[in-house]
């Protein structure tokens, strides 16, 4: 590691990675404007290798966990944000990450995801 700092290999890694993540950060965020629009609020969108996606038309709970069971039937992984609060959220959430497919891959993922969410926006 230290001869891939002292050479700037890391540096080099590092700008080329921040380029990738933010131009899959970009084809997620259309996706879900295109395909979701109103129907989700999105946070969590400055930075990181995944964001949380709020579902307006969702109770949280066992409607989560059907959703998030359609979905992996469509080939869609989605995570509930519940498990990471201390107590229930009142809303429902999901964590999209977004860090290992890429900007097809993701497009496609989302508009199945609207597909199992009833149509698009």
Do not use: C, K, N
């Amino acid at each position: 590691m230290a001869t891939l700092i002292r050479e700037g290999h890391f540096e080099r890694h590092v700008r080329r990675a921040r380029a990738l993540l933010v131009g899959r950060r970009r084809a997620l965020l259309d996706a879900i404007g295109r395909h979701l629009g109103d129907r989700v609020e999105v946070s969590g969108t400055e930075a990181g290798l995944h964001l949380v996606m709020w579902l307006r038309d969702v109770r949280p709970g066992g409607s989560v966990d059907a959703l998030i069971g359609r979905a992996a039937r469509a080939g869609v992984g989605v995570y509930p944000v519940a498990p990471f609060y201390l107590t229930p959220p009142r809303r429902a959430g999901l964590f999209l990450g977004y860090a290992g497919l890429d900007e097809t891959e993701i497009r496609a993922g989302i508009e199945r995801l609207a597909e199992v969410l009833g149509g698009r926006a």
